[in-house]
């Protein structure tokens, strides 16, 4: 059974940073493309940033480029979102994904954890 597990959400001021970690169990993280997804009260889920099963490669949405970084520990199984500068606007409940394809629909999701930022 596939679990991703989101953790390392909360209370920041703007300015301030972050680093999300996703948990997975049942899967191989290398093995799959990785996503991080966010939505804000009232908005329609959005794209934050992947890393690709093919070379790690990374792409990001431009709200974050610059500002957020995507990795992952493979020992560790584990997906990191590290989120600096963060702005009022970055207030959503950020979620993990994972899909075994590079294109298409994130097969698994975490349940999603709470980032809010006070200006």
């Known amino acids: 059974q596939v679990q991703l597990v989101e953790s390392g959400g909360g209370l920041v001021q703007a300015g301030g940073s972050l680093r999300l970690s996703c948990a997975a169990s049942?899967?191989?993280?290398?093995?799959?493309?990785m996503g991080w997804f966010r939505q804000a009260p009232g908005k329609e889920r959005e794209f934050v940033a992947r890393?690709?099963?093919?070379?790690?490669?990374?792409v990001y949405a431009d709200s974050a480029k610059g500002r957020f970084t995507v990795s992952r520990d493979n020992a560790k199984n584990t997906v990191y979102l590290q989120m600096n500068s963060l702005k009022p606007d970055d207030s959503a409940v950020y979620y993990c994904?994972?899909?075994?394809?590079?294109?298409?629909?994130?097969?698994?999701w975490g349940q999603g954890t709470q980032v809010t930022v006070s200006s």
């Open positions: 049942g899967l191989i993280v290398r093995t799959y493309d």
């Open positions: 994904a994972a899909r075994i394809a590079n294109y298409g629909e994130y097969n698994y």
């Open positions: 890393v690709s099963r093919i070379g790690g490669s990374t």
